[in-house]
Protein backbone atom coordinates (compact mmCIF):
# COMPACT_ATOMS: atom_id res chain seq x y z
CA UNK A 1 0.00 0.00 0.00
CA UNK A 2 2.59 2.33 0.67
CA UNK A 3 4.94 1.68 -2.01
CA UNK A 4 1.68 1.96 -4.24
CA UNK A 5 1.16 5.70 -2.87
CA UNK A 6 4.52 6.35 -3.77
CA UNK A 7 4.41 5.86 -7.07
CA UNK A 8 1.73 7.37 -7.42
CA UNK A 9 3.63 10.42 -5.86
CA UNK A 10 6.60 9.65 -8.41
CA UNK A 11 4.75 9.74 -11.37
CA UNK A 12 2.55 13.01 -10.58
CA UNK A 13 5.72 14.85 -9.95
CA UNK A 14 7.05 13.77 -13.34
CA UNK A 15 3.85 15.09 -14.98
CA UNK A 16 4.16 18.69 -12.79
CA UNK A 17 7.78 18.56 -14.22
CA UNK A 18 6.67 17.96 -17.74
CA UNK A 19 3.99 20.58 -17.20
CA UNK A 20 6.87 23.23 -16.66
CA UNK A 21 8.63 22.15 -19.71
CA UNK A 22 5.40 22.67 -21.56
CA UNK A 23 5.12 25.82 -20.03
CA UNK A 24 8.76 27.09 -20.35
CA UNK A 25 8.09 26.29 -24.24
CA UNK A 26 5.27 28.14 -24.88
CA UNK A 27 6.51 31.30 -22.91
CA UNK A 28 9.57 30.51 -25.37
CA UNK A 29 7.17 30.97 -28.56
CA UNK A 30 5.50 34.07 -27.27
CA UNK A 31 8.25 36.08 -26.29
CA UNK A 32 9.79 34.89 -29.82
CA UNK A 33 6.58 36.23 -31.38
CA UNK A 34 6.26 39.16 -29.32
CA UNK A 35 9.87 40.33 -30.72
CA UNK A 36 9.34 39.04 -33.99
CA UNK A 37 5.69 41.86 -33.49
CA UNK A 38 8.29 44.31 -32.39
CA UNK A 39 10.69 44.35 -35.39
CA UNK A 40 8.24 43.77 -38.44
CA UNK A 41 6.54 46.98 -36.19
CA UNK A 42 9.77 48.73 -36.42
CA UNK A 43 10.40 48.18 -39.60
CA UNK A 44 7.63 49.24 -41.29
CA UNK A 45 7.52 52.45 -39.54
CA UNK A 46 10.86 53.36 -40.70
CA UNK A 47 9.44 52.58 -43.90
CA UNK A 48 6.58 54.68 -44.29
CA UNK A 49 8.28 57.46 -42.50
CA UNK A 50 10.96 57.30 -45.43
CA UNK A 51 8.61 59.39 -47.45
CA UNK A 52 8.39 62.37 -44.97
CA UNK A 53 11.14 65.04 -44.78
CA UNK A 54 11.08 68.35 -43.94
CA UNK A 55 13.53 70.62 -45.11
CA UNK A 56 15.10 71.09 -41.34
CA UNK A 57 15.26 67.19 -41.02
CA UNK A 58 17.69 67.06 -43.87
CA UNK A 59 19.35 70.38 -42.67
CA UNK A 60 20.40 67.91 -39.75
CA UNK A 61 24.12 67.39 -39.20
CA UNK A 62 24.99 70.53 -41.47
CA UNK A 63 23.25 69.16 -44.79
CA UNK A 64 20.49 71.47 -46.47
CA UNK A 65 18.16 70.10 -48.81
CA UNK A 66 19.02 71.97 -52.04
CA UNK A 67 19.99 70.98 -55.79
CA UNK A 68 23.57 69.73 -54.28
CA UNK A 69 21.92 67.47 -51.55
CA UNK A 70 19.74 66.48 -53.96
CA UNK A 71 22.12 65.10 -56.46
CA UNK A 72 23.89 63.23 -53.17
CA UNK A 73 20.66 61.87 -52.62
CA UNK A 74 20.12 60.39 -56.00
CA UNK A 75 23.68 59.13 -56.48
CA UNK A 76 22.88 56.81 -53.40
CA UNK A 77 20.39 55.39 -54.81
CA UNK A 78 18.47 54.23 -51.54
CA UNK A 79 14.99 54.50 -52.76
CA UNK A 80 14.25 55.34 -48.90
CA UNK A 81 15.90 58.52 -48.75
CA UNK A 82 13.61 59.72 -51.83
CA UNK A 83 11.68 62.49 -49.87
CA UNK A 84 8.27 64.20 -50.20
CA UNK A 85 9.04 68.35 -49.35
CA UNK A 86 6.26 69.19 -47.27
CA UNK A 87 8.07 73.22 -46.22
CA UNK A 88 10.75 75.14 -46.09
CA UNK A 89 13.04 75.74 -43.36
CA UNK A 90 10.98 76.98 -40.27
CA UNK A 91 13.87 79.48 -38.97
CA UNK A 92 13.02 82.08 -41.83
CA UNK A 93 9.83 84.12 -42.74
CA UNK A 94 9.65 82.86 -45.88
CA UNK A 95 6.91 81.36 -47.38
CA UNK A 96 5.57 80.03 -50.45
CA UNK A 97 2.51 80.35 -52.57
CA UNK A 98 1.40 77.57 -55.01
CA UNK A 99 -1.69 77.03 -57.06
CA UNK A 100 -2.37 74.17 -59.26
CA UNK A 101 -3.97 74.36 -62.45
CA UNK A 102 -5.95 70.86 -62.21
CA UNK A 103 -7.48 69.82 -65.44
CA UNK A 104 -8.93 66.24 -66.15
CA UNK A 105 -10.33 64.74 -69.44
CA UNK A 106 -13.40 65.07 -68.03
CA UNK A 107 -12.98 69.37 -67.16
CA UNK A 108 -11.86 69.33 -70.75
CA UNK A 109 -14.42 67.67 -71.91
CA UNK A 110 -17.02 69.82 -69.97
CA UNK A 111 -15.04 73.25 -71.68
CA UNK A 112 -15.16 71.79 -75.14
CA UNK A 113 -19.67 71.09 -74.66
CA UNK A 114 -19.13 74.48 -72.81
CA UNK A 115 -20.53 72.90 -69.94
CA UNK A 116 -18.37 75.31 -67.86
CA UNK A 117 -16.55 78.21 -69.03
CA UNK A 118 -12.87 77.18 -68.53
CA UNK A 119 -10.03 76.33 -65.99
CA UNK A 120 -8.19 79.50 -65.50
CA UNK A 121 -9.33 82.24 -63.67
CA UNK A 122 -7.27 85.08 -64.99
CA UNK A 123 -7.96 87.14 -61.64
CA UNK A 124 -5.59 85.23 -59.76
CA UNK A 125 -2.50 85.76 -61.49
CA UNK A 126 -3.80 89.25 -62.37
CA UNK A 127 -3.74 89.75 -57.98
CA UNK A 128 -0.39 88.11 -58.06
CA UNK A 129 0.78 91.07 -60.39
CA UNK A 130 -0.61 93.92 -58.78
CA UNK A 131 0.87 92.68 -55.01
CA UNK A 132 4.38 91.47 -57.16
CA UNK A 133 3.71 88.34 -55.24
CA UNK A 134 5.62 85.43 -56.29
CA UNK A 135 4.09 81.90 -56.32
CA UNK A 136 4.47 78.52 -57.97
CA UNK A 137 2.01 77.17 -60.75
CA UNK A 138 1.74 73.84 -60.81
CA UNK A 139 0.50 73.11 -64.71
CA UNK A 140 -0.88 69.63 -65.36
CA UNK A 141 -0.34 69.14 -69.56
CA UNK A 142 -4.05 69.15 -70.45
CA UNK A 143 -4.16 72.56 -68.83
CA UNK A 144 -0.88 73.77 -70.79
CA UNK A 145 -2.36 72.13 -74.41
CA UNK A 146 -5.61 74.23 -73.61
CA UNK A 147 -3.77 77.22 -72.94
CA UNK A 148 -0.22 77.47 -74.47
CA UNK A 149 -0.07 81.06 -74.79
CA UNK A 150 -1.25 81.72 -71.56
CA UNK A 151 1.43 79.21 -70.34
CA UNK A 152 4.23 81.26 -72.07
CA UNK A 153 3.19 84.57 -70.88
CA UNK A 154 3.27 83.13 -67.45
CA UNK A 155 6.51 81.34 -68.59
CA UNK A 156 8.00 84.57 -68.77
CA UNK A 157 6.70 86.28 -65.92
CA UNK A 158 9.35 86.45 -63.34
CA UNK A 159 7.28 86.33 -60.40
CA UNK A 160 6.27 83.05 -61.34
CA UNK A 161 7.41 79.68 -61.40
CA UNK A 162 6.07 76.91 -63.37
CA UNK A 163 6.05 73.21 -62.05
CA UNK A 164 4.54 69.61 -63.50
CA UNK A 165 1.30 68.47 -62.22
CA UNK A 166 0.59 65.30 -64.29
CA UNK A 167 -0.76 65.40 -67.30
CA UNK A 168 -4.49 64.56 -66.55
CA UNK A 169 -4.42 64.60 -62.54
CA UNK A 170 -5.88 61.24 -62.25
CA UNK A 171 -5.14 59.31 -58.63
CA UNK A 172 -1.81 58.01 -58.85
CA UNK A 173 -2.36 55.63 -55.66
CA UNK A 174 -5.52 54.41 -54.09
CA UNK A 175 -9.04 56.27 -53.45
CA UNK A 176 -7.89 59.73 -54.13
CA UNK A 177 -11.14 62.70 -54.13
CA UNK A 178 -12.92 60.66 -56.84
CA UNK A 179 -10.24 61.21 -59.17
CA UNK A 180 -10.00 58.37 -62.00
CA UNK A 181 -7.64 55.88 -61.53
CA UNK A 182 -3.90 56.61 -63.30
CA UNK A 183 -3.61 53.60 -66.19
CA UNK A 184 -1.63 50.45 -65.22
CA UNK A 185 1.96 51.85 -66.09
CA UNK A 186 1.15 55.38 -66.27
CA UNK A 187 3.09 57.11 -63.73
CA UNK A 188 6.31 57.48 -65.99
CA UNK A 189 3.87 59.09 -69.21
CA UNK A 190 1.99 61.09 -66.86
CA UNK A 191 4.69 62.80 -65.37
CA UNK A 192 7.02 62.93 -68.58
CA UNK A 193 4.11 64.35 -71.23
CA UNK A 194 4.11 67.25 -69.01
CA UNK A 195 7.80 68.42 -68.78
CA UNK A 196 8.20 68.39 -72.04
CA UNK A 197 5.04 70.05 -72.06
CA UNK A 198 6.26 72.58 -70.15
CA UNK A 199 9.65 72.68 -72.66
CA UNK A 200 7.82 72.64 -75.85
CA UNK A 201 4.87 75.08 -75.54
CA UNK A 202 6.74 77.23 -72.38
CA UNK A 203 10.41 77.03 -72.42
CA UNK A 204 10.49 75.83 -69.21
CA UNK A 205 12.73 73.46 -67.38
CA UNK A 206 10.63 72.14 -64.65
CA UNK A 207 12.25 70.94 -61.43
CA UNK A 208 9.38 70.39 -58.97
CA UNK A 209 6.53 67.78 -59.18
CA UNK A 210 3.39 67.39 -57.05
CA UNK A 211 0.91 64.44 -57.11
CA UNK A 212 -2.70 65.61 -58.03
CA UNK A 213 -4.72 64.93 -54.62
CA UNK A 214 -1.88 64.52 -53.16
CA UNK A 215 -1.83 60.49 -53.40
CA UNK A 216 0.83 58.43 -54.34
CA UNK A 217 3.14 55.21 -53.54
CA UNK A 218 6.77 55.33 -52.47
CA UNK A 219 7.34 53.31 -55.52
CA UNK A 220 5.00 56.72 -57.13
CA UNK A 221 8.03 59.13 -55.49
CA UNK A 222 10.80 56.76 -57.02
CA UNK A 223 9.74 57.36 -60.22
CA UNK A 224 8.97 61.42 -60.16
CA UNK A 225 12.74 61.30 -58.52
CA UNK A 226 14.04 59.16 -61.73
CA UNK A 227 12.92 61.41 -63.91
CA UNK A 228 14.97 64.28 -61.93
CA UNK A 229 11.71 66.03 -60.35
CA UNK A 230 11.49 66.59 -56.98
CA UNK A 231 8.44 65.75 -55.14
CA UNK A 232 6.61 68.79 -53.22
CA UNK A 233 3.35 68.82 -51.41
CA UNK A 234 2.04 71.15 -48.79
CA UNK A 235 1.53 71.92 -45.32
CA UNK A 236 -1.09 74.24 -45.15
CA UNK A 237 -4.66 73.35 -47.44
CA UNK A 238 -6.56 76.32 -48.49
CA UNK A 239 -9.29 74.04 -48.95
CA UNK A 240 -10.82 76.26 -52.20
CA UNK A 241 -11.51 73.16 -54.41
CA UNK A 242 -15.20 73.35 -55.03
CA UNK A 243 -15.91 75.59 -51.96
CA UNK A 244 -18.19 78.77 -52.41
CA UNK A 245 -17.37 79.95 -48.42
CA UNK A 246 -14.51 82.47 -49.17
CA UNK A 247 -14.35 83.57 -45.35
CA UNK A 248 -13.20 79.75 -44.72
CA UNK A 249 -10.48 79.64 -47.96
CA UNK A 250 -9.02 82.45 -45.98
CA UNK A 251 -9.00 80.89 -42.37
CA UNK A 252 -7.60 78.14 -43.60
CA UNK A 253 -4.59 79.65 -44.93
CA UNK A 254 -3.98 82.79 -43.10
CA UNK A 255 -4.31 80.81 -39.39
CA UNK A 256 -2.12 77.70 -40.43
CA UNK A 257 0.42 79.20 -42.27
CA UNK A 258 4.06 79.40 -40.37
CA UNK A 259 7.48 79.81 -40.97
CA UNK A 260 8.30 78.05 -44.08
CA UNK A 261 5.25 77.03 -45.54
CA UNK A 262 4.04 75.96 -48.62
CA UNK A 263 0.34 76.74 -49.30
CA UNK A 264 -2.00 74.91 -52.01
CA UNK A 265 -4.11 76.51 -54.27
CA UNK A 266 -6.12 76.65 -57.13
CA UNK A 267 -6.36 78.66 -60.54
CA UNK A 268 -9.07 76.98 -61.99
CA UNK A 269 -11.66 79.58 -61.10
CA UNK A 270 -15.25 78.25 -61.12
CA UNK A 271 -16.69 75.55 -60.97
CA UNK A 272 -13.40 73.54 -59.19
CA UNK A 273 -12.54 76.62 -57.28
CA UNK A 274 -14.89 79.44 -57.47
CA UNK A 275 -14.10 81.50 -54.46
CA UNK A 276 -10.24 81.46 -55.04
CA UNK A 277 -9.27 84.94 -56.42
CA UNK A 278 -11.97 86.73 -54.13
CA UNK A 279 -9.97 85.83 -51.09
CA UNK A 280 -6.79 86.08 -52.67
CA UNK A 281 -5.62 89.55 -52.07
CA UNK A 282 -7.12 89.89 -48.40
CA UNK A 283 -4.76 86.32 -47.88
CA UNK A 284 -1.53 88.25 -49.26
CA UNK A 285 -2.51 91.36 -47.69
CA UNK A 286 -2.68 89.54 -43.84
CA UNK A 287 0.78 87.72 -44.27
CA UNK A 288 2.55 90.35 -45.50
CA UNK A 289 1.05 91.85 -42.74
CA UNK A 290 2.29 89.50 -40.42
CA UNK A 291 5.63 89.52 -41.60
CA UNK A 292 5.60 86.73 -44.52
CA UNK A 293 8.09 87.04 -47.09
CA UNK A 294 6.48 85.17 -50.61
CA UNK A 295 8.75 83.48 -52.31
CA UNK A 296 9.07 81.02 -55.36
CA UNK A 297 9.36 77.27 -54.50
CA UNK A 298 13.27 77.12 -55.73
CA UNK A 299 14.13 80.12 -53.83
CA UNK A 300 12.18 78.63 -50.42
CA UNK A 301 14.12 74.91 -51.26
CA UNK A 302 17.00 76.77 -51.68
CA UNK A 303 17.80 75.12 -55.30
ZN1 LIG B 1 -4.48 69.13 -58.46
Same mark, same amino acid.
Given at each position: ???KK??? !????L??K? *???R !??Y???? +????G?????????? /????N??T??????Y??G??I???? &?????K?TG =??????????? /??? $?K???????????????Q????????????R?????LQ? $????A? &??? $??L?? *?NY??? #?????????? *? &??N??Y??P #?????C?????I?K =???R???R???K???SV????? +???R??GG?? /??? =??N???S?G??V??????GG??F???A????R????K??N????????N? #????????D???E???????????????S???E?
Amino acid at each position: MKKKKKTI !HRKLLVSKK *ETFR !HVYFLLA +IVIFGFLVVQFINKY /SAQKNNSTIFTFDEYSRGGGIFNRR &LWKILKKTG =DSNLVPVVFSG /SRK $TKKIALTFDADMTYSMRQNIISRVSKGAYDRRITYILQK $TNTQAT &LFL $TGLWI *ENYPED #AKILAKNPLF *E &LANHSYSHP #AFYGYCYGLSQIAK =DGARKEIRLTQKLLKSVAGVEG +IFFRFPGGCY /SQK =DVNVAESEGLVVVAWDVVGGDGFNYNAESIKRNVIDKTTNGSIIVLHMNG #APNAPRTADTLFEIIEQLKNKGFEFVKLSELLEF
